[in-house]
């Protein structure tokens, strides 16, 4: 019965493209959040603001919504193989630029926001692409399971990346840190060779704006689809806690970068072990109604968070308060949540949408995924500049905990969607 917990590793010995392309998404995942929180740190290094810190979510937002429903219509107009690898290209050459910077001592906090911006335009192209790709390398039946692993493979990195961002950034400083990305990304590199070539499938459509409004267009007529995208939305700009994690560390919990590292990867560990017991997701029907309960965990989770950052203040040894690890422990419930959600969704998408849109739809899917949680690091840090970092995080989770139940009463038809028989 435990081994019936376990990941389902059935995807990675079914497809040797697939087991090597996950294992460069593992390696990116802890490259990007190397430098992401990194650059988050280098802001308030230099800004002392938590605002200025969500402004780095606003420099990554345009971009990132432009060239994701762009992105998309290339995705579906062009061989994914190619569109896969000169986005990554891209990446570890901005990659490369962040650790210049820093080296060169230049501190300037407007070329931070201008390469977010360049590294989110690249990202929002290749995230759809990898996506994209996998109903191609697997049968639908394996969809879960690998959505699952890649879940894990991101969770990893994104658990691994923050711990040692915010260790390394104390010894070996911003430069040094931004150059382990270049390094992880230069071998994730080589992870893209074996995939197959993946040319557009039945009717191809010139990628451009018609060929976006067209995907767009098709959203609008796929209720269930649509409804992924709008919940994820919800819980990521009301209750995405991460632009708080700075200041936490520096005047309320205490510990500085450290604190900041260990809280950044307290949701990435609760996807771990959501990804590493995933083995039940496959068997799971009523996704539409998992999508709904695991948001309003996520909900329940961050208002649990804040309550107990509420009551921490920093040690007078320059230490970190004991209520860190309860407040870790709050961030890993609402990981597992998270990665619930998100399993589920991304299946949603991939078996109820049709191979030639599913490029512009991952798009979208991509500007909401990384553009929710950029938009409320913008509200979140707002919110708590207003009030306080604990009042920011339980407001928010409370509003993401109304709005999806009452969204989910007014929409039961997502509610009853079943796996066996899926609409859009």
């Known amino acids: ?30 490259g990007s959040q190397l430098t992401t929180v990194a650059v988050g740190l280098q802001v308030f290094d230099l800004t002392g603001s938590t605002f200025k810190v969500g402004l780095v979510g606003l420099a990554a937002l345009v971009p990132l919504i ?7 219509s290339i995705v579906d107009a062009h061989d994914r193989r190619r569109v896969i690898i000169t986005s990554s290209s891209g990446l ?48 639908s039946g394996m969809l879960p399971a690998a959505n699952a692993l890649s879940s894990l493979a991101n969770s990893v990195g994104m658990t ?29 590199l080589t992870t893209l060779i074996a995939l197959p070539s993946m040319p557009p499938l039945g009717e191809v459509r010139r990628s451009g704006l018609a060929s976006v409004l067209e995907g767009l267009n098709y959203l609008r007529t796929r209720p269930n689809v ?21 200041a936490l560390g520096a005047v309320v919990i205490g510990g500085g970068a450290q604190t900041a590292g260990i809280l950044a990867a307290g949701i990435a560990c609760g996807a771990v072990l959501a990804g590493v017991f995933s083995g039940p997701v496959s068997r799971i029907r009523r996704q539409g109604l998992a999508v709904l309960a695991a948001i309003i965990g996520w909900g329940s989770s961050i208002v649990l968070f804040g309550v107990v950052v509420g009551f921490a203040s920093p040690p007078p040894d320059g230490g970190a ?42 798009g979208v899917f991509v500007v909401v995924v990384a553009g929710g949680p950029r938009l409320g690091d913008l509200v ?20 993401c905990i109304v709005m999806v139940v009452l969204l989910g009463l007014s929409q039961p038809r997502f509610a009853r969607y079943d796996a066996r028989h899926p609409e859009p």
């Not at 990346?161 to 400083?173: Q, T, Y």
């Open 92 to 139: 570890f050459s901005v990659a490369l630029c962040f650790a210049l910077q820093a080296w060169a001592g230049l501190d300037n906090v407007w070329l931070l926001y201008a390469l977010v911006a360049v590294q989110s335009g690249f990202w929002a192209v290749n995230s759809p692409a990898r996506m994209a790709i996998l109903p191609r390398l697997l049968p």
């Open 321 to 362: 308060h004991w209520l860190l690890w309860p407040a870790f422990g709050a961030l890993v419930l609402a990981g597992m949540a998270d990665s619930v959600s998100a399993v589920f969704r991304s299946t949603i998408l991939q078996t109820a949408t049709p191979d030639h849109m599913r490029g512009r739809l991952q």
């Open 1 to 30: 019965m435990a081994a019936g917990l376990l990941a389902d590793l059935t995807p990675l010995h079914h497809s040797r493209p697939y087991r090597r392309m996950w294992l460069g998404t593992f390696l990116s995942s802890i």
């Open 66 to 72: 432009a060239f994701g429903l762009y992105g998309g």
């Open 226 to 246: 649509r409804m992924t995208f709008i919940v994820d939305l919800i819980a990521m700009i009301f209750a995405m806690p991460r632009v708080l994690f700075p």
């Open 160 to 188: 691994v990346g923050p711990l040692l961002a915010g260790f390394w950034v104390h010894w070996f400083g911003f430069g040094g840190t931004y150059f382990s990305e270049v390094l992880l990304l230069g071998i994730a």
């Open 380 to 399: 979140v840090g707002s919110t708590a500049d207003l009030t306080t970092e604990s009042v920011a995080a339980i407001a928010g989770g409370l509003a």
